[in-house]
């Protein structure tokens, strides 16, 4: 009987501690299930995450080149130096000491201008001493001729002989000659004084001034040099593969070292053989030069314009991209790369930039990617950087 209460006590005890069991497991949950069903009213609760955006390839604005309609030139480089077109060295036609010098290096003259006095304090005793002979000579040829119209009045008469008249015309013939020659050894002597004061042949600056008052000059002698600088001109050496492609008249837009304004000027002169050594042709450009703003033996570029094309649709050559004999470029259409075939014509450039022709393939507007960036896998997403106001 102790026994079997034994185990009556015993299974209510396992009764029991399973029932505490139970009810200990379902308080726990209650906040649980109160928590999930309030849940999706409560705004603090996170959504659900959705997939992330690829980052875009981001480009400069001075990386894309949007077409548009361009004047595209063919041209033919040329470069030399400037020259004057009129250039004229002032000489010393006499010898003698330099008395005075009017003008300096830089100086504007004026065609006639008296620019350089040498002494004539010689030259003043020859033109004396010659005009001293030609008095002497007209004296005696006044002397002949008296005798000579005397002797035909006698020998009219027969007072003279035939002969003696004749010996009377002998002299006074002689006495003609001798004024004539000292009349021009007074002319020559005449030139070389007004030889003496030195003038501007040309209109110009002065370039260099080779003497100083007080030196000596012999006949010959470089006194100045004078540069007209209203018309200058560039020679430049074409081979002479290409100079069937330039005549008479063609445009050139120069470019001069040292200034940011460009030139025009055009071709005036082709040189009729070829040069020494180098078998290049010269040619010659004329520029105007109004403000005197180019001098003398700058270095200039000149771009000699052969073909124009307007309206044409044109690309960096950086933009072009060849591969199995075919040209593609690289275009950002709705905010993503993608590779356009196209076909190429003439090359040339558009102001100073290379260009080359598109002549199908694409629309003007469109953006090309200008910059050799690798291979870009179309389908990229792009984005081009707003530029940064100044």
Partial sequence: MRTRTIVIIVLLLIVAAAAGRFWFKAKNAEPTASTATTAPASPASPAPAKPAAPTPLEFL???????????????????????????????????AEIRAISVREGEAVTAGQVVVKLDTAEYDARVAQARGNLNNARAQFEIATKTRDNNLALVEKGFISKNAFDNSASQYAAAKANVDAAQAALDIVQKSLNDTISRAPISGLVSVRHVQPGEKVATDARLIDIVNLQKLELEAAVPSSEITQVVIGQKVELRVEGLPQRFEGKVVRINPSTQAGSRSVPVYVQVANPQNLLRVGMFADGRLLLKSKPGAMTLPQSAIRSVNGGSFVFVIINSKIERVPVTLGSSGVVGDEPRIEITSG?????????????????????????????
């Fill in 362 to 390: 694409l629309d003007f507007g469109a953006q090309v990617i200008r910059t050799d960036m690798g291979n870009l896998s179309p389908g990229t997403v792009v984005r081009i950087a707003a530029t940064p106001n100044r």
């Fill in 61 to 95: 604005a001075s990386e894309i080149f949007t077409t548009e309609p361009a004047e595209l030139r063919q041209v033919m480089l040329l470069t030399g130096s400037l020259r004057a077109v009129d250039q004229v060295t002032v000489k010393a036609k006499v010898a």
